[in-house]
C-alpha cells in the first residue's frame, strides 16, 4: 500500500507521530490509532528500538497502515528502515543524499523543511511530499506563500503544534495534510487515551470536509 493509495481510499491524511513509544506498548496503540481512523503511522529513529517497533506494527497492520520511521538522519537508517519492512520514511531536515536513498527503496517520502530552498532541494532529490517544521512557529499564511511557487504536484504537510484544533486551518491554507505528535501521543499515554484522541482528530478533519 502507498501513500497515494490510503488517502485515495479516504483515509484522513493525519500522520501520527510516536515519539518514544517501546516496542511492549506498539502494539496496542497502533491498534487504538488504527481503529480510530488513523493510519499513517510513525516511529521516530529517537524512539526506544524503533526498528522492532515499525516491525511489529508492520506485520500486524501493514495491510491497512502505512507505517514507518521518523527523524531518519542517514543512509544507514534509511536501509534498516527498508529492511523491516517500514514503507514510510521522515526527516525533520533536508538532505538530498537520504532523500534519494529513500527514493531509490521505493519508500513513500515525507522530508521536512523550512525554506523554499530546501522545499526545491527535496523536490529534486525525489519527494513529492514535504512537510513543514517547525510548522506553528511559521502559521498556515506561510503555507499559502509557499504553496504559490511550488508544483501542483507536491503535497505540504504540517508537523509541529497541530492538532484537532488547528487541523482546519492548515487544511484551509492548501496543506494536504498534518502530523500530530505530542497531542496525540505521549510517552507513558495508554492506548485507550490515545485511540480518543485519534478519534477527536478524525472527527475534526471530517468537520473540514462538512
Not at 47 to 60: F, R
Not at 68 to 74: A, E, F, H, I, P
Not at 76 to 85: R, T, W, Y
Not at 145 to 162: E, F, N, S, Y
Amino acid at each position: 500500500m502507498t501513500m497515494d493509495e490510503l488517502l485515495a481510499d479516504g483515509a484522513p491524511p493525519i500522520a501520527a507521530i510516536l515519539r518514544g513509544i517501546r516496542p511492549d506498548e506498539a502494539l496496542d496503540v497502533a491498534a487504538a490509532l488504527v481503529e480510530s481512523g488513523v493510519r499513517i503511522l510513525e516511529v521516530p529513529f529517537n524512539s526506544p528500538d524503533p526498528l522492532d517497533s515499525i516491525a511489529t506494527m508492520q506485520q500486524a497492520f501493514g495491510d491497512r497502515a502505512i507505517i514507518g520511521g521518523g527523524t531518519v538522519l542517514s543512509i544507514e537508517a534509511v536501509e534498516a528502515l527498508h529492511g523491516v519492512g517500514g514503507r514510510i520514511m521522515v526527516t525533520p531536515n533536508t538532505n538530498p543524499a537520504v532523500i534519494a536513498r529513500g527514493a531509490a527503496l521505493g519508500l513513500d517520502l515525507l522530508p521536512g523543511f523550512m525554506t523554499p530552498s530546501e522545499a526545491f532541494a527535496a523536490i529534486e532529490a525525489g519527494a513529492r511530499r514535504i512537510k513543514l517544521f517547525p510548522a506553528a512557529r511559521l502559521g498556515p499564511a506561510y503555507v499559502k506563500a509557499v504553496k504559490d511557487v511550488l508544483p501542483r504536484h507536491v503535497g505540504v504537510w504540517a508537523v509541529g503544534g497541530t492538532g484537532a484544533d488547528t487541523v482546519g486551518e492548515w487544511l484551509g491554507a492548501g496543506c494536504e495534510g498534518i502530523g500530530v505528535g505530542g497531542a496525540l501521543y505521549r510517552p507513558g499515554d495508554d492506548a485507550a487515551t490515545v485511540g480518543q484522541r485519534g478519534r477527536d482528530l478524525v472527527a475534526a478533519w471530517k468537520a473540514t470536509r462538512a
